[in-house]
Structures are given as C-alpha cells and as structure tokens.
C-alpha cells in the first residue's frame, strides 16, 4: 500500500494507471476509519482494478464554531484498515495544499444543499461539492463509493456529477450500524458511556417511523409527533431537524411512501449526530 501525500504525485499516478487501462476505485474520507468506511472500501475492492482512498479534514466544510479542531484523528490506525481492505493508495494531501493563498473558488448544488444539514450548517455542502470535485479531478476515479449514512451529501454529490458531466459512477452503500443500532461515526468517539445510551434515541425515532408506517401510518405530522415524543424523552437530546422529505427531490412530503426519506439531527452534548432512512428500504 502506497501513501501519497502531494496532490501532483497523485494526480500522475492516477493519469499513468488510466493510460495503462486500469479502472480506479475512489473512497473519499475524513480519516478516524470504522467499519461504515471499510464496507466501502470492500465494496471498492471490488469495483476498481486499484482501490484509492483519501483522508482529508476538508476545513472549507466547517462552520466556525464545529470541531475542525478536535476532529478525531488516527493515521496508524486508518493505515491498518486500510490495508486489511485492501487499499492501494491511500492520498493524505495537507490542506495548504488543497486550499493555497488566492483560493477563491466553490461549487454549489443550489436546491439540495438548502435543507436538512443545508439549513443548519450553512456552505457546508458548498464545502462538500468543491472538496469532490478537486478530489475526483486529482484522483481520476471510474467509480466513487460513498455512504447513506449522510444522505444528502450522497443526494448533492449524485445531482453535481450528473449537472457537470463528470464521468465516474456514484455508488451509495447501506448505513453501517453498531448492535444496539447507533449509526457508526467517527464523531461518536466524542460520546461518554452515557451519551452513548442516549444517542440510541435516533436509531430508535428511525424504528418507530417505520414500524408506524409498516401499520398504516402515513402522515408525516403524526410519524414527526411521534419521533419527536420519543426523542424528547431522552433528558441529554437536543433536536436539530427532524423531517420527512422525498427521498429524490429533498422537498417535504405531507403523506409519506416508500420513497420518503426519515432525516434526523440531534445534538448529545456538544455533538451533533445524523441518521436517516428511506421508508420503502430495507433497513
Ligand atoms: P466521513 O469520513 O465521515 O466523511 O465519511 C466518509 C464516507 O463514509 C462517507 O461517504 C460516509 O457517508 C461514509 N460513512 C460514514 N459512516 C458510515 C456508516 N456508518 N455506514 C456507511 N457509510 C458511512
């Protein structure tokens, strides 16, 4: 497994394999690695002749006040992962490098950046779009993998790739969860024992949605009261958003179907977690 960490070196070793007819695989990451990034990084196995995976803490994807700073971090470990999955290459670039003085420019996807996660962390897929694009450009990916696990950013990367004529295929994979339901994220490693109970309050809302729609229910106010009674429960969590939303569009749905996503935020002390579903999915 090589490392590279400088965006020109990667970029002609991308362009080289190419010209030798080698089909690349592309996991994009922040780093800190469990298993929701290695069943990508498997699944890209599978996919590309070589398997590329970056880690980057894209600080242009940060509001001012989020933890930029205390992102958790762990390049030993991310490199054993990495290996045991079979990873070629992994490119680490600095952000001095991604980001040099006169940087001035920024992708957006207008509409589907506005809700959910839009709303709450404004340019935060602004951040997401631009940090993408320069990677696929850098990196010459045929295929790039990304998780359901952030929906949206699945959503706005899906529609910049089709609006940009990029030529790399998109593949979205299942959210991978803990035993007890919690979504993994390298943001639970800030959650106490406790705070860990309490977090299962989201996977539990996305059960009580599903299971009320399974019998029945289908307006999106009572599936909403209901997991907000659920989540208000639960003394350490604080609600960002809690919506139902078509599953292709983002816009709000009065009644839900099979093709209505459940998106949720909540806040468990200073850390903020999301989870979602789409109602007709297995979960
Ligand atoms: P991150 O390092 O958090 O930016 O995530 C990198 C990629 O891994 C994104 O495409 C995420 O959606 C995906 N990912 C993160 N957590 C999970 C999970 N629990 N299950 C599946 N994919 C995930």
Redesign the pocket.
């Known amino acids: 497994m090589k490392i590279i960490t400088t965006i020109e070196e990667m970029q002609q070793t991308a362009i080289t394999l190419k010209r030798l007819g080698k089909r690349i695989a592309f ?5 800190f690695l ?1 298993e ?2 290695a ?2 990084l498997r699944a890209g196995r599978r996919l590309g002749d070589i398997l590329v995976l970056s880690i980057f803490v894209n600080p242009i994807q940060f509001g001012q006040n989020e933890d930029l700073g205390r992102y958790p971090r762990d390049m030993e470990a991310d490199c054993r992962i990495a290996a045991e999955s079979g990873v070629d290459i992994v490119f680490t670039p600095a952000a001095a490098g991604m980001y040099p003085p006169g940087f001035q420019t920024s992708i957006t996807v207008r509409d589907l950046s506005l809700p959910l996660c839009g709303a709450s962390r404004p340019g935060h897929f602004d951040g997401v779009a631009t940090v993408v694009t320069k990677l696929f450009n850098i990196c010459q990916p045929d295929t790039a993998l ?5 929906y949206q ?2 959503a706005v990367i899906r529609r910049m790739t089709a609006d940009l004529s990029l030529r790399v295929a998109i593949v979205g ?5 803990e035993e007890d339901g919690l ?4 943001r639970n490693s800030y959650l106490s024992p406790e705070q860990l109970q309490s977090a299962l309050c989201l996977s539990r809302a996305i059960r009580l949605v599903r299971q009320r729609y399974a019998g029945g229910e289908h307006s999106a106010s009572i599936l909403l009261a209901a997991a907000r009674e659920l989540i208000l429960a639960e003394p350490a969590a604080v609600i960002d958003y809690l919506e139902l939303r078509d599953s292709a569009s983002l816009a709000t749905v009065d009644l839900v179907s099979d093709s209505t996503l459940f998106a949720l935020a909540v806040k468990i002390g200073t850390t903020r977690l999301i989870d979602n579903t789409v109602l007709g999915d297995t979960p």
């Open positions: 996991v994009p990451t922040m780093g469990h929701g990034h069943s990508l990304f998780g359901n696990k952030d950013q699945l994979m299942p959210i991978v969860r979504a993994m994220s390298s």
